[in-house]
């Protein structure tokens, strides 16, 4: 939210500093007779719609960057917890208690994704169901002998 301040405070100074100029130049008692004192107003209301541009889309591209973020973190912290949850549900078997677990572990994520109650078995199962398959292609490994018990090829 410090960004934010940040940037706001700095588009409100390019503002005030293009406007200062448009100020000192309403006062001046000799007008400028130059090519440049003619298009002088015109190219100062291009700097502001230029500035103001510049403000806006890079304020766009903060939200949308940190929108990113926040979306990876839910991301990570919930199949962190759905892992975990169906640890819960291959060592005891009981999936209310795996959901239970993964409704309070994964609370945001679960909101922020619009997850349903009735998701949540489901998401769990299927990863249960993945490292119950990972497991017996592990220990089928093992059996054969391709895997060592300490994980490097035999």
């Known amino acids: 939210m410090k960004l934010f301040a940040y940037l706001g405070a700095l588009a409100l100074a390019c503002v005030v500093i293009v406007m200062l100029a448009v100020s000192a130049e309403a006062q001046t008692t000799m007008p400028d007779q130059t090519l440049f004192g003619l298009f002088r107003p015109l190219l100062t209301e291009i700097a502001i719609v230029a500035v103001l541009g510049l403000a806006g ?40 208690r795996a959901v239970a677990y993964l409704a309070g572990a994964a609370a945001d994520a679960v909101k922020a994704f619009r997850l349903s109650d009735a998701a949540l078995p489901e998401k769990i199962e299927a990863k249960a169901g993945a490292m119950q398959a990972a497991g017996a292609a592990l220990a089928n490994a093992v059996k054969i002998g391709a895997v060592t018990a300490g994980g490097t090829r035999g």
């Open 57 to 96: 889309w890079l304020g766009r591209f903060i939200v949308a960057k940190l929108k990113l973020d926040i979306e990876a973190r839910h991301r990570d912290a919930f199949q962190v917890a759905v892992t975990n949850a169906a640890g819960i549900l291959l060592a005891t078997g009981d999936m209310r």
